[in-house]
């Protein structure tokens, strides 16, 4: 079957349009009409935005835009561990997600997928057809439970992986919200004063001829500097913003800013911790699903989002292919708190790897939320504070000349 795009009327007589899975565009207008649904135009959805050809051609830029959301991909991923554990056939099952989801290119790929198994290639090798929706994790632990019979068991894990992700991300999400928002209120709000309020005000001391004091000159000249170059401030902000980020996605920048994210203040630590519970997740998440060890430790080492730690990862899997140790290097490269490579160390020799490392992750996400409740509590105050110095600053810049004034009324 394929997925196609449909636009058309309703019993009603209002517009409507979406997208229905059938072998051809003849059965699928059979099937919109069995709906009670008159399509004027049914076409096969495509994986890029372009159909047609020559003067016909037609592009949807909105394809270019559409995406999978990390919790579209944990539902999806639930809904798949209960139609696997209760022993429904995969094509039904994919079947029955394909009735369910309403992302167009999550439905277009689930339409894939289940075109390739029932043509007999494994779930697996359908999905890492699809990197942008499924990463190597994911593939990775579905080829491990496919070949060990488990993966009723693989995608509970899986959805447990998946959501407890979501989880993470949301509340790092959450974190910076805040104080993005409120910087671009505060922002906002000082160039409203700079170019609006206090070249009025300006205007009006120019005309006294007193010497007006250095913290009102200095307020003056930045509202000056504001209005006289806005135009090139509106280019060159811009600029900058495209060149550090450049800057930041070149091997040099990169390994700069994962450098200097773990020693800032406040947020170094909570980088630290984020990073580490990420690899312990993963790595217990794989290794519980049986993916080889060194297999493992890649992966592990591709989502743990640092350079830094990272490299101590590496340096742990080539240890594991000399036959030696995990948590020794973790413990020398000084990433790793000593409690984490402790409990490695401790799973290692007992045979419990995989616990030490989920009891590790656990710790941390807890850790991690509390750590993120302090900071969004402490934040407001603070940006609050800020505020108040910065429009403080200002009142006191215009009082003063209008003091000085006063007093020679008298």
Not at 360 to 379: G, I, K, M, R
Request: net charge positive; glycine share 8%.
């Amino acid at each position: 079957m394929a997925v196609f795009e449909y636009v058309g009327f309703d019993g009603a007589g209002k517009s409507i349009k979406g997208v229905i899975d059938a072998d051809n565009a003849k059965s699928a207008r059979a099937r919109l009409r069995k709906q009670g649904l008159f399509p004027t135009d049914v076409h096969e959805q495509q994986q890029g935005g372009v159909r047609g050809q020559g003067l016909a051609v037609q592009v949807d830029f909105s394809k270019y835009f559409q995406r999978v959301t990390p919790q579209e991909l944990s539902t999806v991923t639930q809904q798949m561990s209960t139609l696997v554990g209760a022993n429904i056939p995969m094509v039904e099952a994919l079947s029955a997600l394909l009735e369910q989801t309403e992302n167009p290119k999550l439905k277009a790929v689930f339409t894939d997928i289940r075109e390739k198994v029932n043509e007999g290639h494994s779930l697996a090798k359908a999905m890492r057809a699809h990197p942008s929706v499924f990463d190597d994790l994911y593939v990775n632990m579905v080829d491990a439970g496919e070949q060990s019979g488990a993966l009723d068991v693989v995608f509970s894990r899986l959805a447990s992986y998946t959501e407890a992700s979501v989880a993470l991300r949301g509340k790092l999400i959450a974190a910076v919200t805040y104080p993005i928002i409120m910087t671009l209120i505060s922002g906002a709000l000082v160039l409203g004063l700079f170019t609006f309020v206090i070249p009025r005000i300006q205007r009006i001391f120019e005309t006294s001829g007193k010497e007006l004091p250095l913290l009102t000159r200095v307020i003056f000249g930045l509202s000056s500097f504001v209005l006289d170059y806005k135009w090139y401030l509106l280019v060159a902000i811009p600029l900058v913003a495209y060149g550090a980020r450049r800057w930041f996605k070149s091997a040099k920048g990169r390994a700069w800013w994962h450098r200097t994210s773990l020693r800032m203040p406040v947020f170094g630590p909570l980088n630290r911790l984020v990073a580490v519970s990420r690899f312990c997740r993963t790595l217990a998440t794989l290794l519980v699903s049986g993916v080889p060890i060194l297999t493992a430790l890649n992966i592990a080492r591709a989502v743990v989002g640092n350079d830094v730690v990272a490299a101590a990862v590496e340096q742990a899997s080539k240890n594991i292919s000399e036959g030696q140790s995990i948590a020794v290097p973790l413990k020398a490269s000084g990433q790793f708190p000593p409690i984490v490579t402790h409990m490695i160390a401790i799973g290692e020799k007992t045979g419990e790897l995989e616990a030490m490392l989920s009891k590790v992750a656990d710790a941390y996400d807890l850790e991690v939320e509390n750590t993120v409740n302090s900071f969004t509590s402490l934040l407001a105050p603070i940006l609050v504070v800020f505020m108040g110095v910065v429009v403080g600053i200002i009142a006191l810049a215009v009082l003063l000349p209008m003091s000085q004034m006063a007093s020679t009324l008298r």
